[in-house]
């Protein structure tokens, strides 16, 4: 998983300096308009709300910006009625994609991510196909230089109700979806704040180098482009130095 947990660590990095704030914001607004149309507009009693403000915060989205969101999902203003749904594909070397989207048409994404798949050497899959592959889990990362004794920190993530800790940067305290808000909760009350997410995690990874590698990387990162897609999780395994190569040739 060391490669997998790399790449996603490069991601948030690479959002964090993306310039392209309008495109992080764009999807961020999607999600509070759906959080808030599911579980309410309250934060403090819809935690899937609560998790996307605190990511969208922290991106510097203006405030007014989200209350005209939030107002979008309750209903209090007119809005895009937005749906879920996950499109499960392959991508070049056999790694399975689970692809969550939020969209207002559809048809018009399956052709788009159709198109993507094909040009970049993967394909979608019929349902089912890869789902089985991926385990839904609640995570919560925290910078590493916050945390002086790892040994101290974990047993309270233990206590709290984590399910296991991955000692990278940031670290990651992993949890079922429904522990997630508590166990975040209980951190912070012993000064280890962290951003949290609800994710999909991977139950076996597909070790890929060189090119094919390569071609991943490059397709993972076009359907990440997409306005109607949130989140691309992947099973695929690279070494920690290809993946940096790789990612700094793309970024460039």
């Known amino acids: 998983m060391s490669g997998h947990n790399k ?3 490069i991601k948030h990095r690479k959002a964090a ?24 507009g309250d934060p403090e009693t819809n935690p899937r709300l ?17 209350e005209k969101s939030i107002k979008k999902g309750t209903g ?22 689970y692809i969550y989207a939020m969209t ?31 385990e839904r889990k609640g995570i919560i990362e925290i910078p590493k230089e916050k945390i002086a004794d790892f040994e101290e920190f974990a047993m ?13 940067d940031p670290i990651q305290v992993i949890t079922t979806p429904d522990m997630l808000t508590e166990v975040k909760d209980k951190l912070a009350e012993n000064g280890f704040e962290g951003e949290a997410k609800v994710t999909f995690i991977p139950k076996n990874t597909v070790k890929v180098t060189g090119a094919d590698a390569e071609k991943v990387l490059k397709l993972v990162s076009v359907l990440e482009d997409n306005d109607d897609v949130q ?22």
Do not use: C
Not at 50 to 66: G, Q, S, W
Not at 231 to 238: D, G, Q, S, T
């Open 7 to 9: 790449w996603a660590n």
């Open 17 to 40: 300096q993306d310039a392209k704030k309008s495109k992080i914001f764009t999807k961020l607004i999607r999600e509070i308009i759906v959080a808030a149309r599911e579980g309410g």
């Open 231 to 252: 989140e691309v999780y992947a099973n695929f395994e690279i070494d920690d130095k290809e993946l940096e190569e790789i990612m700094s040739k793309l970024e460039g």
């Open 50 to 66: 609560r998790a996307v403000l605190e990511r969208a915060r922290a991106a510097n989205m203006p405030k007014d910006t989200i």
């Open 76 to 97: 209090e203003l007119e809005g895009v009625d937005y749906q879920e749904i996950i499109y499960e594909a392959y991508a070049p070397a056999g790694v399975a994609l």
């Open 104 to 134: 207002d048409n559809k048809n018009r994404t399956a052709q788009e991510l159709r198109h993507l798949l094909s040009k970049h050497g993967g394909s979608l899959a019929e349902s089912g196909s890869v789902a089985w592959i991926f």
């Open 156 to 168: 309270v993530a233990i206590d709290a109700g984590a399910e296991d800790i991955i000692e990278d």
